[in-house]
């Protein structure tokens, strides 16, 4: 029986070439080469003005909320249901995060939560399109700009996702993305800062290369104390590569999603959803089971195990963690624990689209004693 992984990249004679070529010829006058050309690419894609490649989307947004000002004393707003990674920077700065409610049913964050929480100590909105769902961003915008409080797209995993031809990431005062070993797109590890601002962007630039201004003249000379965030030419070849099939690996994603949702059609599940005139990336298929079904997750993911399937919890609510003051978000409560994540890759064939499938099903019959 061969292993469904929950996630793996796809990578063809293209991506070793260029990374071949990285290695043996990228060095000296050369070594920021394919970094320069996988940025041309992703703004390209994304149609925004600028885009730095990182070393994690975490760095891109460290530095974006850096340049923005945002420090001791500040707060910023967040969905409660998220990764870690979505937060970090916040406390690396000394800031304060403020978990905000998610909605229902694109599990992403509640504008009138968002609305409800913010005070004069508020610094920014960081609006993360989960799953590749996407946030709703008129809704966010408009508070943002009423309150003149700016809001940052964390788009980890939304590459492929939009609003019509806008895409997920061009519309906020920035927006990070990843390139980890389990995204659409991937560099192994890395990320990339993306904006319309002129003036946010050669602030980050700044601080990607230790402080030091590209209009400094005056050799190792800091302008500030910034950050070493860089992305390596070798690892922006593979996503220079990547960018060439970006095309083919969004349209690998909704394919399995496709699949996932007409095999799983008529059981008592939420998925990801597509509301009218987006398209969705599907970065991770997400089952969110419904209340009215006895559901035990744990008993689930034991059951994908003993039949060599991966699977992945839900996110935590951040609130839950010990790291921050608990909050009672209770969208967030309720999901967290009947959602899972289910494999997704691009060579996922249909066979194993319904092993997974039946895995679920005979669950669910079982523990609703059908």
Same mark, same amino acid.
């Given at each position: 029986?061969?292993?469904?992984?929950?996630?793996?990249?796809?990578?063809?004679?293209?991506?070793?070439?260029?990374?071949?070529?990285?290695?043996?010829? /990228?060095?000296?006058? *050369?070594?920021?080469?394919?970094?320069?050309?996988?940025?041309?690419?992703? *703004?390209?894609?994304?149609?925004?003005?600028?885009?730095?490649a990182t070393s994690s989307c975490t760095g891109a947004l460290?530095?974006?909320?850096?340049?923005?000002?945002? &420090?001791? &004393?500040?707060?910023?707003?967040?969905?409660?249901? @998220? %990764?870690?990674?979505?937060?970090?920077?916040?406390?690396?700065?000394?800031?304060?995060?403020?978990?905000?409610?998610?909605?229902?049913?694109? %599990?992403?964050?509640?504008?009138?939560?968002?609305?409800?929480?913010?005070?004069?100590?508020?610094?920014?909105?960081?609006?993360?399109? +989960?799953? &590749?769902?996407?946030?709703?961003? !008129?809704?966010?915008?408009?508070?943002?700009?009423?309150?003149?409080?700016?809001?940052?797209?964390?788009?980890?995993?939304?590459?492929?996702?939009?609003?019509?031809?806008?895409?997920?990431?061009?519309?906020?005062?920035?927006?990070?993305?990843?390139?980890?070993?389990?995204?659409?797109?991937?560099? /192994?590890?890395?990320?990339?800062?993306?904006?319309?601002? !002129?003036?946010?962007?050669?602030?980050?630039?700044?601080l990607s290369n230790h402080g030091r201004s590209r209009q400094?003249?005056?050799?190792? %000379?800091?302008?500030?104390?910034?950050?070493?965030?860089?992305?390596?030419?070798?690892?922006?070849?593979?996503?220079?590569?990547?960018?060439?099939?970006?095309?083919?690996?969004?349209?690998?994603?909704?394919?399995?999603?496709?699949?996932?949702?007409?095999? +799983?059609?008529?059981?008592?599940?939420?998925? @990801?959803?597509?509301?009218?005139?987006?398209?969705?990336?599907? %970065?991770?298929?997400?089952?969110?089971? !419904?209340?009215?079904?006895?559901?035990?997750?744990?008993?689930?993911?034991?059951?994908?195990?003993?039949?060599?399937?991966?699977?992945?919890?839900?996110?935590?609510?951040?609130?839950?963690?010990?790291?921050?003051?608990?909050?009672? @978000?209770?969208?967030?409560?309720?999901?967290?624990?009947?959602?899972?994540?289910?494999?997704?890759?691009? !060579?996922?064939t249909d066979d194993d689209v319904i092993r997974v499938t039946?895995?679920?099903?005979?669950?669910?019959?079982?523990?609703?004693?059908?």
């Amino acid at each position: 029986m061969n292993r469904i992984a929950y996630t793996k990249p796809s990578i063809t004679e293209l991506e070793v070439r260029y990374a071949t070529d990285a290695v043996t010829t /990228g060095w000296g006058e *050369r070594c920021y080469e394919y970094i320069g050309k996988f940025e041309h690419a992703f *703004r390209s894609h994304l149609g925004v003005k600028h885009a730095i490649a990182t070393s994690s989307c975490t760095g891109a947004l460290h530095m974006g909320l850096s340049a923005l000002g945002i &420090g001791r &004393g500040d707060e910023v707003i967040l969905a409660d249901i @998220n %990764w870690i990674a979505s937060v970090a920077p916040v406390t690396y700065l000394g800031a304060t995060p403020v978990f905000a409610d998610i909605l229902p049913d694109s %599990w992403c964050l509640d504008p009138e939560k968002v609305e409800a929480a913010i005070t004069p100590r508020t610094k920014a909105i960081i609006a993360v399109h +989960l799953y &590749g769902n996407l946030c709703d961003m !008129d809704a966010l915008l408009e508070i943002g700009e009423r309150h003149g409080i700016p809001v940052i797209e964390d788009a980890a995993e939304a590459i492929g996702s939009s609003w019509g031809s806008v895409r997920a990431g061009s519309r906020g005062a920035f927006a990070a993305f990843s390139f980890h070993g389990t995204k659409t797109v991937t560099t /192994g590890e890395g990320g990339m800062f993306v904006t319309n601002d !002129d003036t946010l962007y050669e602030t980050v630039l700044t601080l990607s290369n230790h402080g030091r201004s590209r209009q400094q003249t005056k050799q190792f %000379w800091p302008d500030m104390i910034g950050y070493k965030y860089k992305m390596s030419n070798v690892q922006a070849a593979i996503g220079l590569a990547q960018m060439e099939r970006i095309q083919d690996l969004i349209d690998g994603k909704r394919r399995v999603f496709n699949l996932y949702s007409r095999h +799983l059609g008529g059981l008592p599940v939420a998925m @990801n959803p597509e509301p009218p005139g987006t398209t969705n990336g599907y %970065w991770m298929p997400t089952i969110i089971v !419904d209340d009215s079904v006895g559901f035990d997750r744990d008993k689930l993911l034991t059951d994908f195990k003993a039949n060599a399937i991966d699977g992945r919890i839900y996110f935590w609510p951040l609130s839950m963690l010990p790291h921050f003051p608990s909050t009672q @978000n209770n969208v967030a409560r309720r999901l967290y624990a009947r959602g899972v994540n289910l494999p997704t890759y691009h !060579d996922l064939t249909d066979d194993d689209v319904i092993r997974v499938t039946n895995i679920v099903k005979a669950h669910l019959t079982r523990e609703s004693g059908a």
